[in-house]
């Protein structure tokens, strides 16, 4: 959530006004940031926010970098009508984005078009200008459910497809249509929603490619999985098409599940955000952040590890978080996968690394 309050402290921030029942300013939630953790430099490099983050991915070399983009990035003034809470970052400062080497952002999500149609345009154009990949989101129907495409060694490839339910407070004038642009919107989590998409991705995909499914689902807070994200997500899995399922929009990381040899990640958790300083629902550490490094076979295409990196962010910037906070991680993913027979483990210094 690179837009608003962390927009403000990169190189070219936004118009501050936004349009929030009890702030009008973005630059409110750098100021509340400050309060608790001290101050904030302005006008930073692109990199700054990522902090430690980059150093500790490069130790991996992943093959690809996949993140969910939860923020226009426009100068349009047409806030969503009746939306309250608006996202965006300045097209200039799609840097931010290049510092951290991202090959996908997904836009299917319920702040992509927080600044109207013509904002998710300018949000599509700049992230290609920048080659940035994107999936979720685009010019018509087909365009969003497009998947966005990286080349791996051997001549195979990664298939990224994103789509967005309208549990996560998308609204359903998003949803794009054969000739409207908006997201790739699933009218509910059934069975044949679920059956539609692997049909799609059975027609794109060729022998040796790699399928990530990025859906952003369900509520901001809470550690329940509902029974409809447990079905549909194990419907993709079972169609032999896909082989990660990335899903998020709550603010916490939730229990993840090895199903047939493939994770189902059912909440990731924000990676970053603008709401340090924001008081309520401190219980689910929202300061704390995962990357997630699933390997794969590369005959079979099943999850050999999945390491996963701890990260705090102060300051607007990430850190590696400590080992008392890596510690607290490892408790919650252990008690969370439980039901899923998975737990985690305390691997080199505060990596985590899945057993299952």
């Given at each position: 959530?690179?837009?608003?309050?962390?927009?403000?402290?990169?190189?070219?921030?936004?118009?501050?006004?936004?349009?929030?029942?009890?702030?009008?300013d973005a630059r409110a939630y750098v100021r509340l940031a400050e309060r608790?953790?001290?101050?904030?430099?302005?006008?930073?490099?692109?990199?700054?926010?990522?902090?430690?983050?980059?150093?500790?991915?490069?130790?991996?070399?992943?093959?690809?970098?996949?993140?969910?983009?939860?923020?226009?990035?426009?100068?349009?003034?047409?806030?969503?009508?009746?939306?309250?809470?608006?996202?965006?970052?300045?097209?200039?400062?799609?840097?931010?984005?290049?510092?951290?080497?991202?090959?996908?952002?997904?836009?299917?999500?319920?702040?992509?078009?927080?600044?109207?149609?013509?904002?998710?345009?300018?949000?599509?154009?700049?992230?290609?200008?920048?080659?940035?990949?994107?999936?979720?989101?685009?010019?018509?129907?087909?365009?969003a459910a497009s998947p966005a495409v990286v080349g791996l060694d051997g001549?195979?490839?990664?298939?990224?497809?994103?789509?967005?339910?309208?549990?996560?407070?998308?609204?359903?004038?998003?949803?794009?249509?054969?000739?409207?642009?908006?997201?790739?919107?699933v009218d509910e989590l059934s069975l044949t929603a679920a059956q539609h998409?692997?049909?799609?991705?059975?027609?794109?995909?060729?022998?040796?490619?790699?399928?990530?499914?990025?859906?952003?689902?369900?509520?901001?807070?809470?550690?329940?999985?509902?029974?409809?994200?447990?079905?549909?997500?194990?419907?993709?899995?079972?169609?032999?098409?896909?082989?990660?399922?990335?899903?998020?929009?709550?603010?916490?990381?939730?229990?993840?599940?090895?199903?047939?040899?493939?994770?189902?990640?059912?909440?990731?958790?924000?990676?970053?955000?603008?709401?340090?300083?924001?008081?309520?629902?401190?219980?689910?550490?929202?300061?704390?952040?995962?990357?997630?490094?699933?390997?794969?076979?590369?005959?079979?295409?099943?999850?050999?590890?999945?390491?996963?990196?701890?990260?705090?962010?102060?300051?607007?910037?990430?850190?590696?978080?400590?080992?008392?906070?890596?510690?607290?991680?490892?408790?919650?993913?252990?008690?969370?996968?439980?039901?899923?027979?998975?737990?985690?483990?305390?691997?080199?210094?505060?990596?985590?690394?899945?057993?299952?």
């Amino acid at each position: 959530m690179t837009g608003r309050g962390v927009d403000q402290i990169l190189p070219t921030p936004s118009d501050p006004e936004i349009f929030e029942s009890y702030v009008r300013d973005a630059r409110a939630y750098v100021r509340l940031a400050e309060r608790a953790n001290g101050p904030i430099p302005r006008h930073v490099d692109f990199a700054y926010v990522w902090g430690g983050a980059l150093q500790a991915l490069a130790r991996f070399a992943p093959a690809a970098r996949i993140v969910n983009l939860e923020t226009s990035v426009t100068v349009s003034g047409e806030a969503w009508p009746g939306k309250g809470i608006n996202y965006r970052m300045h097209p200039k400062n799609v840097g931010v984005l290049t510092a951290a080497r991202l090959d996908v952002c997904v836009l299917a999500n319920n702040h992509v078009i927080d600044w109207g149609f013509a904002g998710l345009h300018e949000t599509l154009a700049t992230l290609r200008a920048a080659g940035i990949r994107t999936a979720g989101a685009g010019a018509d129907v087909d365009e969003a459910a497009s998947p966005a495409v990286v080349g791996l060694d051997g001549g195979r490839h990664l298939l990224v497809y994103a789509c967005g339910s309208q549990t996560s407070g998308i609204p359903a004038e998003w949803g794009a249509g054969r000739e409207a642009p908006g997201i790739n919107l699933v009218d509910e989590l059934s069975l044949t929603a679920a059956q539609h998409l692997a049909d799609r991705i059975g027609r794109d995909k060729a022998a040796g490619d790699v399928v990530v499914v990025s859906i952003h689902w369900g509520s901001n807070w809470g550690y329940a999985i509902p029974r409809e994200q447990r079905r549909f997500a194990r419907a993709l899995v079972d169609s032999g098409t896909v082989d990660v399922v990335h899903g998020h929009s709550a603010h916490h990381a939730k229990g993840i599940e090895i199903y047939r040899g493939k994770p189902i990640i059912y909440g990731c958790g924000d990676f970053l955000t603008d709401y340090e300083g924001i008081a309520g629902h401190e219980q689910y550490r929202g300061d704390l952040s995962l990357a997630y490094l699933p390997t794969f076979d590369v005959t079979t295409r099943e999850l050999t590890e999945l390491h996963i990196l701890p990260m705090r962010q102060i300051r607007f910037a990430l850190q590696e978080a400590s080992p008392t906070d890596a510690a607290w991680l490892q408790a919650v993913l252990t008690r969370e996968g439980e039901q899923f027979g998975t737990r985690a483990e305390l691997s080199a210094g505060t990596e985590l690394r899945l057993r299952w």
